[in-house]
């Protein structure tokens, strides 16, 4: 049995893995260093062969390392939804954001704008065509850099309005949080878990991805701003 597991993540889990690690650790014996980047960047290293256990990432990121053999076939867990929220700057106008119409017109208003490279950000961009505005407010989006959080640019002043997964606003000072985009736009990401196949313990790895999808770790998941899957 492996005493030690090497997981890698997207930054929008970082700190809830990082609680449940220690749950976990405590209950098995069985350490979890929990290692936190960019999605793009985690799912880089891990097609480059850097030797991993665990690998955390968006369900769509996941599906594309099965299919590459780069994740053991059948390992694939769901384990947390996380929502997309808006912020501004702690004091600073709070813009209304209860519909779509009203998204659409704060995003319009803003000065400047931001969200990250992961899903949610790839997915609002999408938005923002749909609504006919990409070219209208693309001199204004600062791109926040893979593993850099969008809260930290908009706590600086740098940018008005933030979009980024819940859980990675919620730690951050110097914000306010609006809340999640509202339900005739929601935005809502899937985060699974599955097997490296570089992995040399999967019997481990199998008993932390149960631990993780588990009703036991429903209250943190909520904790960090996020629903069990």
Do not use: C
Not at 34 to 50: D, K, L, N, P, Y
Not at 129 to 134: P, R, T
Not at 204 to 224: E, M
């Amino acid at each position: 049995m492996a005493t030690s597991l090497h997981l890698i993540s997207s930054m929008a889990t970082k700190s809830i893995l990082q609680d449940l690690a220690a749950d976990f650790e405590q209950q098995t014996g069985i350490a979890v260093r929990v290692e936190s980047v960019g999605g793009v960047t985690a799912a880089q290293r891990v097609e480059a062969g850097e030797n991993f256990d665990i690998v955390v990432l968006a369900a769509d990121a996941i599906e594309k390392l099965s299919a590459k053999q780069h994740i053991v076939a059948g390992t694939r867990t769901d384990l947390v939804h996380s929502s997309t929220a808006v912020a501004v700057r702690a004091g600073a106008k709070r813009p209304d954001i209860s519909n779509e119409t009203a998204v659409r017109e704060a995003v319009l208003a803003a000065g400047s704008l931001s969200y990250s490279t992961g899903p949610s950000g790839v997915q609002l961009a999408k938005r923002f065509e749909q609504w006919g505005i990409a070219d209208t407010i693309k001199d204004r989006i600062v791109q926040a850099p893979p593993g850099v959080p969008v809260g930290s640019l908009v706590a600086k002043g740098e940018v008005e309005l933030g979009f980024q997964q819940l859980s990675e606003l919620l730690p951050l000072t110097g914000i306010e949080i609006l809340g999640s985009l509202p339900d005739d736009m929601a935005i809502v990401t899937t985060f699974s878990g599955g097997i490296a196949s570089s992995s040399q313990y999967a019997e481990a790895g199998r008993k932390l991805l149960a631990y993780l999808a588990s009703d036991a770790t429903t209250a943190t998941k909520q904790n960090h701003g996020m629903d069990a899957a």
